[in-house]
């Protein structure tokens, strides 16, 4: 988990830093943007993964789940 919070950090700086770069701002307001990303993009990609996480246990689940009563069956 502390991967993917630390790599969404990153996307989020990265993407925001170079976006206000691109656009021409202050160095000052480039940074302010940059840190809001970060925090943006840590939260994002924390909130996926835990989604991620959920639907490949689910998946674990219900083949197990199917598994077992195909066992019962036989």
């Known amino acids: 988990m502390k991967f993917i919070f ?19 701002r202050a160095p000052d307001r480039v940074l302010l943007d940059a840190s809001l990303g970060c925090l943006a993009g840590a939260l994002l990609f924390r909130w996926f993964w835990t989604v991620l996480v959920r ?14 009563a195909s066992a019962k069956q036989k």
Do not use: K, N
């Not at 996307?11 to 170079?18: D, E, R, V, Y």
């Open 6 to 24: 630390l790599a969404g950090g990153l996307a989020g700086f990265l993407l925001a830093a170079a976006t206000g770069l691109w656009a021409g």
């Open 55 to 68: 639907g490949i246990r689910e998946t674990i689940l219900q083949r197990h789940a199917a598994a077992t």
